[in-house]
């Protein structure tokens, strides 16, 4: 059974500068190679973080795939020094979990796997370099994969320890809050460099 939703209320803000899928796949046609990757989202990845310390948290298990010539492209994008830019936090989850799984093996690119990496500030990301995301929900293990983005492994945390990715994404949100973005699912997106 389809059903539909009302449309959303009229934003005040201008519409984005690339609103239409044929528009979008010109613009990115002239700049951007694109690939797809696949990860089947749990029940899992919206569950609250219970744990004091989220590299405590007892993280899900998901299917993920890239085909070989997607991390083909992937590795020839990197070893030619541009940018891997995933959109969502679901593509950073399964690129990250491919390079992980081919960092260690010579094997064939498997066709699928089952992934329960989690990414935290300090993480090392060895294939993403920027993601196009929404604004999550707090004490949420997406909340801290942005978070892992915003942080070099090496960078010293704040005097209060909280990991500088963290204060950094703190500080986003506040922005995007004083500036009314619409946060969750079907919210406002942010780049992330």
Same mark, same amino acid.
């Given at each position: 059974?389809?059903? /539909? ?9 201008p519409p984005p500068a690339c609103t ?5 796949? /010109? ?6 190679? $694109? ?5 089947? +989202? ?6 609250? +973080? ?24 992937? $590795?020839? /994008? ?6 891997v830019v995933a959109v969502g936090t679901?593509? +950073?989850? /399964? ?9 260690? !093996? ?8 089952? !992934? ?15 993601? @196009? !995301?929404?604004?999550? @929900?707090? $004490?949420?293990?997406?909340?801290a994969l942005v978070g892992a983005m ?11 320890? !909280? ?10 949100? $506040? ?17 992330? @460099?």
């Open positions: 059974m389809a059903t /539909t939703r009302p449309p959303p209320p009229p934003s005040p803000r239409s899928r044929p528009r979008c796949s /010109t613009r990115c046609a002239r700049d951007v190679a $694109r690939t797809d990757v696949q990860l089947h +989202v749990g029940a899992g990845t919206f569950k609250s +973080v219970e744990t004091e310390n989220v590299e405590d948290h007892p993280i899900h298990a998901e299917w993920c795939s890239m085909s070989p010539a997607a991390v083909g492209e992937i $590795r020839q /994008t990197r070893a030619a020094g541009h940018r679901t593509s +950073v989850r /399964t690129i990250e979990s491919y390079a992980a799984a081919l960092a260690t !093996t010579d094997q064939p690119v498997p066709d699928h796997l089952s !992934t329960r990496l989690l990414l935290t500030p300090g993480r090392s990301l060895h294939w993403s370099d920027a993601l @196009l !995301t929404n604004f999550h @929900l707090p $004490r949420s293990t997406l909340m915003l942080q070099s492994p090496d960078e010293a945390p704040a005097p209060d320890g !909280t990991p500088i990715g963290i204060v950094r994404l703190k500080a986003a949100y $506040r922005e995007a809050i004083g500036r009314g973005y619409r946060f969750y699912s079907f919210g406002d997106a942010m780049l992330v @460099l």
